[in-house]
């Protein structure tokens, strides 16, 4: 039985000369699947305006409701439904980002939703890397049948579920006990203080040791209780766009494998040596997890070729960064390839190591080894100077809006008008609020 269609009439108000957005306005219906019956237009009560008269129709009234929403998202149009319509009850409600986001059809697709973000993984990430006749494993058949489980696990899961428990090996056990081993005896020499003082917390709350791997899902767990941030199983390594996009929504897309026991020295791709000894100790910290949210958040809708300078600015800093401490006395490490690495943590503060001082557009503009040590490490004067100097750097990526995370609805919103900044005053004004409040409570102390 044929179901009938559900009508809608709407006035448009749009200045005389605005043949751009009547285009828009139909290319939005288009989009959404309705159908026009009637379109006329007529000088408007107003001088230099015009009036436009659209009688839709579609199968569905939520479809009808999200077409009138979007078109007065639209800057200078002014709608009006006729009395009596069911989408009038939804004048003056926010748009969802996804709504919004249809005023930028040229921005590249990103997640706005962590629902979004989970439905988008699923298609993404569907099996382990090859791995190449380079690598210290090509000819060992066991070892890649391992590798293969651990891929298989990452393609399966879906984000919010219980992170599978995972059996580890004797030899894999030992792999993991030899690099602990080296990296701890290396870390208080050079290693930064933020991460030694970080790393002793997994120790103590964890019980991380050399004689046993920790499971992924304790690991996220714990994080989350710190920073916000949670572990997601990844089958191999990830699409960096859709690296950074989970960072934006405090998901770190870590792998579960172990590197080669023939090199247990250095490994060409991220294993959980990478995740748990390089990342994890710095993703406890308030300020680099914010740090590292921010980049996320600066990559969604970034074109392509911002995307591979963020992509070199993220491998010279949060993978292979060195900074200064001690008033510029001691030069430390803070990047986390360089961190899970014994062989080239020890040889980064060497003289043989090149390293310049850190200067984000130079570094935006440099490509970078993956299957051999740095030609070149970049020294910020500080662990802060580093942050500041890539926040700068990236209010340059070209977006014709704003982001905010809203932690609440675990989702991104879109800023590109006045009345979007309302929100985020009231969430400043109350945090000034409770400062003033805590303020007060000190000093009665």
Request: net charge negative; with cysteine; glycine share 6%.
């Given at each position: 039985?044929?179901?009938?269609?559900?009508?809608?009439?709407?006035?448009?108000?749009?200045?005389?000369d605005s043949?751009?957005?009547l285009?828009?306005?139909?290319?939005?219906?288009?989009?959404?699947?309705?159908?026009?019956?009637?379109?006329?237009?007529?000088?408007?009560?107003k001088?230099?305006?015009?009036?436009?008269?659209?009688?839709?129709?579609?199968?569905?009234?939520?479809?009808?409701d999200q077409?009138?929403?979007?078109?007065e998202a639209?800057?200078?149009?002014?709608?009006?439904?006729?009395?009596?319509?069911?989408?009038?009850?939804?004048?003056?409600?926010p748009?969802?980002a996804?709504?919004?986001?249809?005023?930028f059809?040229?921005?590249?697709?990103?997640?706005?939703?962590?629902?979004?973000?989970?439905?988008?993984?699923?298609?993404?990430?569907?099996?382990?890397?090859?791995?190449?006749?380079?690598?210290?494993?090509?000819?060992?058949?066991?070892?890649?049948s391992?590798r293969?489980t651990?891929?298989?696990?990452?393609?399966?899961y879906?984000?919010g579920?219980?992170?599978?428990?995972?059996?580890?090996?004797?030899?894999?056990?030992?792999?993991?006990?030899e690099?602990?081993?080296?990296?701890?005896?290396?870390?208080?020499?050079?290693?930064?203080?933020?991460?030694?003082?970080?790393?002793?917390?997994?120790?103590?709350?964890?019980?991380?040791?050399?004689?046993?791997?920790?499971?992924?899902?304790?690991?996220?767990?714990?994080?989350?209780?710190r920073?916000g941030?949670?572990?997601?199983p990844?089958?191999?390594?990830?699409?960096?766009?859709?690296?950074l996009?989970g960072l934006?929504?405090?998901?770190?897309?870590?792998?579960?494998?172990?590197?080669h026991?023939?090199?247990?020295?250095?490994?060409?791709?991220?294993?959980?040596?990478h995740?748990?000894?390089?990342?994890?100790?710095?993703?406890c910290?308030?300020?680099f997890?914010?740090?590292?949210?921010?980049?996320?958040?600066a990559?969604?809708?970034?074109?392509?070729?911002?995307?591979?300078?963020?992509?070199?600015?993220?491998?010279?800093?949060?993978?292979?960064?060195?900074c200064?401490?001690?008033?510029?006395?001691?030069?430390?490490?803070?990047?986390g390839?360089?961190?899970?690495?014994?062989?080239?943590?020890e040889?980064?503060?060497?003289?043989?190591?090149?390293?310049?001082?850190?200067?984000?557009?130079?570094?935006?503009?440099?490509?970078?080894?993956?299957?051999r040590?740095?030609?070149?490490?970049f020294v910020?004067?500080?662990?802060?100077?580093?942050?500041?100097?890539l926040?700068g750097?990236?209010?340059?990526?070209?977006?014709?809006?704003?982001?905010?995370?809203?932690?609440?609805?675990?989702?991104?919103?879109v800023?590109?008008?006045?009345e979007?900044?309302?929100?985020?005053?009231?969430?400043?004004?109350?945090?000034?609020?409770?400062?003033?409040?805590?303020?007060?409570?000190?000093?009665?102390?």
């Amino acid at each position: 039985m044929a179901t009938s269609n559900i009508s809608l009439d709407m006035v448009i108000n749009l200045p005389a000369d605005s043949t751009g957005s009547l285009l828009q306005i139909l290319k939005i219906v288009q989009a959404q699947n309705v159908s026009v019956l009637h379109v006329e237009t007529r000088p408007s009560k107003k001088s230099d305006f015009s009036d436009v008269f659209l009688k839709l129709s579609a199968s569905n009234q939520d479809v009808l409701d999200q077409t009138v929403r979007l078109v007065e998202a639209l800057p200078g149009v002014k709608v009006q439904v006729a009395v009596g319509s069911p989408h009038q009850h939804l004048k003056g409600i926010p748009l969802t980002a996804r709504e919004e986001m249809a005023n930028f059809p040229d921005v590249p697709w990103f997640a706005t939703t962590m629902q979004e973000l989970i439905e988008h993984n699923s298609k993404t990430l569907q099996c382990g890397e090859e791995l190449g006749s380079d690598h210290p494993s090509f000819t060992d058949a066991a070892y890649r049948s391992r590798r293969q489980t651990f891929a298989d696990i990452g393609a399966k899961y879906v984000l919010g579920q219980p992170i599978p428990y995972v059996e580890y090996n004797a030899e894999e056990t030992a792999t993991w006990g030899e690099v602990y081993r080296q990296l701890t005896n290396l870390y208080p020499t050079h290693a930064c203080e933020t991460y030694n003082r970080n790393f002793q917390l997994l120790i103590k709350h964890l019980g991380l040791s050399e004689h046993k791997i920790p499971q992924m899902e304790d690991i996220s767990n714990f994080l989350r209780s710190r920073t916000g941030f949670r572990l997601r199983p990844s089958p191999g390594l990830v699409d960096f766009r859709d690296y950074l996009a989970g960072l934006a929504f405090r998901v770190f897309q870590a792998t579960q494998y172990i590197r080669h026991h023939s090199s247990p020295q250095y490994t060409p791709e991220p294993d959980i040596c990478h995740e748990y000894l390089g990342h994890v100790p710095l993703f406890c910290d308030p300020e680099f997890a914010q740090f590292s949210q921010e980049i996320g958040l600066a990559s969604l809708g970034a074109p392509d070729e911002w995307i591979e300078k963020l992509g070199n600015l993220y491998w010279y800093t949060v993978e292979f960064g060195l900074c200064r401490e001690n008033n510029g006395a001691n030069t430390r490490v803070y990047g986390g390839a360089l961190l899970s690495s014994f062989g080239e943590l020890e040889r980064c503060l060497t003289d043989d190591a090149k390293r310049v001082p850190l200067d984000p557009d130079v570094v935006a503009a440099t490509p970078y080894p993956i299957t051999r040590f740095q030609d070149v490490y970049f020294v910020a004067e500080s662990f802060q100077d580093m942050r500041e100097k890539l926040a700068g750097w990236i209010t340059q990526i070209p977006r014709p809006f704003s982001l905010r995370y809203n932690a609440y609805t675990s989702s991104v919103e879109v800023l590109h008008k006045k009345e979007h900044l309302r929100g985020l005053v009231r969430d400043i004004e109350t945090d000034i609020k409770i400062l003033k409040d805590a303020i007060t409570k000190i000093g009665d102390h």
